[in-house]
């Protein structure tokens, strides 16, 4: 009986597909484990597909508790310290050096990364983007729209996002200076007129105010690019994702709305007033930080 | 370490907390497939006498196998 297990047992693994656990497990007891692994599998797949619903590229890799990482440095990965401590034995894993009693086991190598909120406020519309642990669904009037993990570091394949931003008082935001096809009103350049006139412009004066200092009566605006600071926009955050669908990845569409002018990122393709400006492809997350990583931090390891 | 600072770490590959009291630390991303240069590592858990984690290094070393794939997930790391 034992050999005729051993027999069909590979064939019945190949058929049904199963993974090496569930082969000895039909070892010892035939059929019902098989069947459980396949359910299990398919229940954790359709959930993972019904939470990354607009996910590229495949399936999302599993929650499987083994990964690989480079035990040799690379550009765009940094270093990550295993170390152990006795009684009970017990293991770390932090960026920094060993301290106290911790002992250095072993270096690898992989990406390190932060999760960012996507917010929306209603009135004035505006959207920004916030890093992990820097913003909160708790702030008046900001709502969470979802997060997604981005890289600190750039790796080939990616590309750099910047998260720039201009403080207003409201009524006085009126377009964006940084849009080569719009004048700014408080530039003193000379503009052409005609083929053969040339004149300055008038002084257009402070018709905006731009503060480092957000004051109650003002808002934030951010705009979100892959330009470093220019035009009035100061570099607030910057990150790096996917340049093309990797598997597991979400595509995001950067778009732009005018009058007044708006930047926002968005799961689906840009509609009426917005235009899509660019895409970058990320790790969707259906909440942000204060919902699914809803438990205390620590800063430091 | 001082009594104040975390003695126990937890690892996976879930953004949730395996029970209350855990603090989220960081998170970072490995590979899902082996590509060239890569070491097999494997998150244990031990539950007695208390729940903490040990991070389990293979050396497995594959340069030919799943080549191209760059394929990434996420690892949690919490404290207690």
Known sequence: ?301 | MSGEKPQRYFFSTSDTPPEDGWAYCYSFFGLSHPTKDTHLFQIQHKRDPCLRSKLVRTLLVDRNRGLGTMVVLSIAVGCL
């Open chain 1, 1 to 301: 009986m034992v050999w005729v297990r051993w027999l069909f047992c590979p064939l019945l693994s190949v058929v049904f597909d199963v993974c090496t656990h569930c082969y000895f497990l039909f070892f010892l007891v035939p059929g019902v484990h098989v069947h459980d692994c396949l359910h299990m599998q398919l229940h954790t797949e359709s959930k993972l597909v019904d939470n990354h619903k607009k996910v590229v590229g495949g399936l999302p890799p599993n929650n499987s508790l083994e990964f690989f990482a480079r035990y040799a440095p690379q550009s765009g990965l940094v270093q990550i310290n295993c170390q152990d401590m006795q009684a009970p034995d017990r293991h770390k894993i932090t960026y920094k050096p060993p301290v106290g009693y911790w002992f250095q086991k072993y270096q690898m190598f992989a990406f390190a990364c932060t999760l960012w909120n996507v917010q929306e406020y209603p009135e004035p519309h505006n959207f920004r983007v916030m890093p992990q642990g820097q913003s909160s669904t708790t702030d008046p009037g900001w709502e969470q729209c979802y997060a997604f993990w981005a890289f600190d570091k750039p790796y080939p394949g990616m590309i750099r996002i910047t998260v720039l931003q201009q403080v207003f008082h409201p009524g006085q935001y009126s377009g964006d200076f940084g849009d080569p096809k719009q004048h700014d009103p408080k530039s003193y350049t000379k503009k052409k007129k005609s083929k053969h006139h040339v004149e300055e412009d008038k002084d257009p004066g402070p018709i905006m105010l731009k503060l480092r200092q957000v004051n109650a009566d003002q808002f934030m605006y951010q705009k979100f690019s892959q330009d470093g600071l220019h035009s009035g926009w100061d570099l607030l955050y910057d990150f790096y994702a996917w340049s093309m669908p990797i598997r597991g990845t979400t595509r995001f569409y950067v778009q732009i709305a005018r009058n007044p002018t708006r930047y926002r990122m968005d799961l689906d393709r840009a509609l009426p007033p917005w235009k899509d400006v660019f895409t970058f492809y990320a790790y969707l997350v259906d909440f942000g930080d204060e919902h699914l990583l809803n438990f205390p931090r620590v800063t430091s390891l």
